[in-house]
């Protein structure tokens, strides 16, 4: 899920333990491939059974390091070695219990990706061809995502968070919609690092999934209900959080309200991507996905920062944002 890759150390471990558009028409896209590694994976885990526990960390780098070059490594997560390994050793730990829910998602998942990439170039007829994609283990990093990896953008899929985060049986093609959609709107809409860029990326893509998927649920949208329920409770504190909050380039901040929110204890975890959300809703109105999509930073920021404004009215940050 996000593009401006802000993961602390202690958010990866703590996952690991537990209308037509303007632009030119690019050409067809190919038929997806997906490069799955997960048998991968499970061949290795079960072949090394019994290694020295650092051991075999080291031996799973080595191996995946020619299938994946630039993945599995603490370089790329800013991380000490050690540390990165025990994540690694850890999920070996892990493994027995999401086996059987791990191979059977990710055999459906490419399936399941072709069919969401016919339905996703319905509304966008334009979108270009898929950066590489991969299906990994992703030692609890993902259940998917945009990462940049060796000069370029990857699509990658973590079917060990999809086994421990989608509930079984759900339908998928608003999550991997989702992550279409990032990779149709990241070039257009370009880096940007401020929180509120995230807000736009994560809050416009989980709208556009749920537009493209009428009757998705909650947990499809991967917005559980428990979340919306504590956030429509009280809109203003959970849109001021953000505002107040929007012009930072902090990973605490970003992982506070899209990782973790414990230590935003007024909020439930992921806050920001339905904060987002409403923020899309809203500014849908008088505007189609293709119009969404095609607003640049410029003219976007203004429109997000004064709905969150209109959200959370007495927020300190509001005031300041109306007078301009």
């Known amino acids: 899920m996000i593009r401006a890759l802000f993961f602390s150390l202690a958010a990866i471990l703590t996952l690991a333990l537990t209308a037509p558009s303007a632009f030119a028409a690019d050409p ?40 994946f070059p630039g993945f599995y490594t603490e370089t790329r997560l800013g991380a000490p070695a050690a540390a990165y390994d025990e994540i690694i050793a850890k999920s070996f730990d892990a493994f027995p219990e999401i086996e059987a829910r791990f191979t059977a998602r990710a055999a459906a998942l490419e399936p399941a ?32 995502g945009t990462r940049e990896i060796g000069g370029g953008t990857v699509l990658v899929f973590g079917a060990d968070m999809i086994a421990r985060l989608h509930r079984a049986g759900a339908n998928e093609r608003p999550f991997l919609e989702h992550e279409l ?24 893509a989980t709208y556009v999934a749920d537009q493209l998927n009428p009757g998705a649920t909650e947990d499809e949208l991967l917005l ?23 012009m930072s380039e902090d990973p605490h901040d970003y992982s506070a309200l899209f990782n973790s929110g414990r230590n935003l204890p007024s909020l439930p975890d992921r806050a920001g991507y339905y904060v987002g959300y409403l923020v899309a809703q809203s500014l849908s109105k008088g505007r189609n996905l293709g119009e969404l999509a095609r607003l640049d930073q410029a003219a976007a920021r203004p429109l997000i920062l004064a709905e969150l404004a209109v959200l959370a009215p007495d927020c300190p940050s509001a005031a300041a944002i109306r007078s301009r």
Not at 126 to 144: I, K, R
């Open 28 to 67: 067809a896209p190919a038929k997806p491939a997906i490069v799955d590694l997960t048998g991968d994976y499970t061949r290795f885990y079960h072949a090394s059974i019994g290694q020295e526990r650092f051991a075999r960390a080291a031996a799973f780098k080595r191996l995946m390091a020619e299938k």
């Open 181 to 204: 959609f990032h990779t149709y709107h990241e070039p257009r809409f370009g880096e940007c690092k401020p929180l509120w860029c995230a807000l736009w990326e994560e809050g416009l």
């Open 113 to 144: 990706f072709a069919n969401a990439i016919s339905d996703f170039h319905r509304t966008f007829p334009e979108a270009s061809a898929l950066p590489p994609t991969y299906l990994v283990h992703s030692l609890g990093e993902m259940d998917g």
């Open 224 to 246: 559980p209900m428990a979340m919306r329920r504590q956030i429509d409770a009280n809109r203003a504190v959970a849109a001021c959080a953000v505002l107040q909050r929007a």
